[in-house]
């Protein structure tokens, strides 16, 4: 087997010289901002848009982990061809013009096939700009600053992860006041209002975004590739996996914590509820992403991972305490989303970190490309499996799957060295 140097390489560029903070880290942070903007307004009313249409609210957990499948599988077709052939800037772009398509085709549908489509291309577009963003910002930066860079980039994208679901519930009441013979109508203009940002998003990146100079590898194949790839990232790989294998979409904590509260409050008040509290789990991202990446600089991004993945596990475990409680405490409510936001802070800053630490630059996209795959992969089984437990068994039975997965896959990272 080919020996890879699982050393950071030394970047040459020229960015790197003006420090981490540039024009394409500051303009990659304001696209993500922008394309959250679009995709997450609909995440707090998708539930609701579903309810209007009869379809379950089990067929969720189903839609959410195709499209990630779909996102997951693209990351790593994508990072392949733009190692190979050195084109990346033209597939970011296409990725994010994808977005707007997507929420286009939730505006039209009638029923969950065509709203599965819709996600579908929206994650198809997020999976094939993921990996080639990330390399574009890598080549921008210094080994030694890739956590305040990914710190701040992942905070930039959850700031429209905030704003879009406040926006979204905002536009939501205003739309309803029109007075529309269908009750889906209101969700609809939602729905073709968020093509605005989406549009924003590509435009944002096409001036600002510059791409270092990227050699094409017309060599380079993907399988040998991928066996070439250092045993130690192989093994991190592993440990991610597992992990994902747990780690449900958080579409599902929006439908748990609904169903908590409807008892007292009916749903109506209880989805609004649920919905904010999915924004203080955005609110506490953000806050932490940077600190997070400032943390793992100093004490090393693995150590750090670890500490993000217990979170996660504990997120898990809290919300099937809640069902076995059955409260509808605002307060452990709330409790379980902030432990969400600050896993999640930690697990989207620096699982890229980490693989940039161990695998070669003349790979890097292709190997962010495995480490998507492996995660939506994981997401596919989670989501699913949390839906279909929920339905069939019980959500404490459900809950307790994924945390139980999300341990063993903690575990697995802890043991890596």
Same mark, same amino acid.
């Given at each position: 087997?080919?020996?890879?140097?699982?050393?950071?390489?030394?970047?040459?560029?020229?960015?790197?010289?003006?420090?981490?903070?540039?024009?394409?880290?500051?303009?990659?942070?304001?696209?993500?901002?922008?394309?959250?903007?679009?995709?997450?307004?609909?995440?707090?009313?998708?539930?609701?848009?579903?309810?209007?249409?009869?379809?379950?609210?089990?067929?969720?957990?189903?839609?959410?982990?195709?499209?990630?499948?779909?996102?997951?599988?693209?990351?790593?077709?994508?990072?392949?061809?733009?190692?190979?052939?050195?084109?990346?800037?033209?597939?970011?772009?296409?990725?994010?013009?994808?977005?707007?398509?997507?929420?286009?085709?939730?505006?039209?549908?009638?029923?969950?096939?065509?709203?599965?489509?819709?996600?579908?291309?929206?994650?198809?577009?997020?999976?094939?700009?993921?990996?080639?963003?990330?390399?574009?910002?890598?080549?921008?930066?210094?080994?030694?600053?890739?956590?305040?860079?990914?710190?701040?980039?992942?905070?930039?994208?959850?700031?429209?992860?905030?704003?879009?679901?406040?926006?979204?519930?905002?536009?939501?009441?205003?739309?309803?006041?029109?007075?529309?013979?269908?009750?889906?109508?209101?969700?609809?203009?939602?729905?073709?209002?968020?093509?605005?940002?989406?549009?924003?998003?590509?435009?944002?990146?096409?001036?600002?975004?510059?791409?270092?100079?990227?050699?094409?590898?017309?060599?380079?194949?993907?399988?040998?590739?991928?066996?070439?790839?250092?045993?130690?990232?192989?093994?991190?790989?592993?440990?991610?996996?597992?992990?994902?294998?747990?780690?449900?979409?958080?579409?599902?904590?929006?439908? !748990?914590?609904?169903? /908590?509260? @409807?008892?007292?409050?009916? *749903?109506?008040?209880?989805?609004?509820? +649920?919905? #904010?509290?999915? %924004?203080?789990?955005?609110?506490?991202?953000?806050?932490?992403?940077?600190?997070?990446?400032?943390?793992?600089?100093?004490?090393?991004?693995?150590?750090?991972?670890?500490?993000?993945?217990?979170?996660?596990?504990?997120?898990?475990?809290?919300?099937?305490?809640?069902?076995?409680?059955?409260?509808?405490?605002?307060?452990?409510?709330?409790?379980?989303?902030?432990?969400?936001?600050?896993?999640?802070?930690?697990?989207?800053?620096?699982?890229?970190?980490?693989?940039?630490?161990?695998?070669?630059?003349?790979?890097?996209?292709?190997?962010?490309?495995?480490?998507?795959?492996?995660?939506?992969?994981?997401?596919?089984?989670?989501?699913? !499996?949390?839906?279909? /437990?929920? @339905?069939?068994?019980?959500? *404490?039975?459900?809950?307790?799957?994924? +945390?139980? #997965?999300?341990? %063993?896959?903690?575990?697995?990272?802890?043991?890596?060295?």
């Amino acid at each position: 087997m080919q020996s890879i140097d699982p050393q950071p390489a030394q970047i040459d560029t020229p960015l790197s010289s003006k420090g981490w903070f540039n024009r394409t880290v500051a303009g990659a942070g304001l696209t993500s901002a922008l394309g959250d903007f679009c995709y997450e307004t609909t995440t707090v009313i998708l539930p609701g848009f579903l309810a209007v249409l009869g379809v379950p609210a089990a067929v969720l957990g189903i839609i959410e982990g195709v499209a990630d499948a779909v996102a997951s599988f693209t990351k790593m077709f994508s990072g392949y061809f733009a190692d190979k052939f050195g084109h990346r800037k033209a597939l970011v772009l296409i990725g994010y013009g994808l977005t707007p398509v997507g929420q286009a085709l939730l505006a039209i549908s009638l029923g969950w096939p065509l709203i599965l489509l819709g996600r579908m291309v929206s994650w198809f577009g997020k999976g094939l700009r993921g990996p080639l963003r990330d390399a574009i910002i890598v080549q921008a930066i210094t080994p030694e600053t890739r956590g305040r860079a990914f710190g701040f980039h992942r905070a930039m994208d959850t700031v429209g992860a905030i704003f879009g679901p406040l926006l979204g519930i905002a536009l939501l009441g205003w739309a309803q006041g029109f007075g529309w013979d269908d009750p889906d109508a209101a969700f609809r203009m939602v729905f073709w209002l968020t093509l605005i940002p989406g549009l924003l998003a590509v435009v944002a990146f096409l001036t600002l975004v510059h791409d270092p100079e990227h050699s094409p590898n017309p060599a380079l194949k993907l399988f040998s590739t991928l066996r070439g790839l250092p045993a130690r990232f192989k093994r991190y790989l592993g440990a991610v996996g597992i992990f994902a294998a747990g780690d449900f979409s958080h579409s599902l904590l929006i439908l !748990a914590a609904t169903t /908590l509260l @409807t008892p007292s409050m009916g *749903v109506v008040q209880a989805a609004q509820l +649920a919905g #904010l509290l999915y %924004v203080w789990r955005n609110i506490v991202q953000v806050v932490t992403s940077y600190p997070v990446g400032v943390l793992a600089d100093r004490l090393g991004p693995q150590r750090v991972l670890v500490v993000g993945y217990s979170l996660g596990v504990a997120t898990a475990a809290l919300m099937a305490a809640a069902f076995v409680i059955d409260t509808q405490s605002l307060w452990f409510l709330g409790l379980t989303f902030f432990v969400a936001g600050l896993y999640v802070a930690v697990q989207e800053a620096l699982e890229s970190t980490v693989t940039a630490g161990m695998v070669a630059q003349d790979t890097l996209a292709t190997s962010y490309g495995a480490l998507g795959t492996v995660n939506g992969a994981g997401k596919l089984v989670s989501s699913s !499996a949390v839906g279909i /437990l929920w @339905t069939v068994v019980s959500p *404490v039975a459900a809950f307790g799957f994924a +945390a139980v #997965l999300m341990a %063993v896959g903690t575990l697995a990272l802890l043991r890596l060295r």
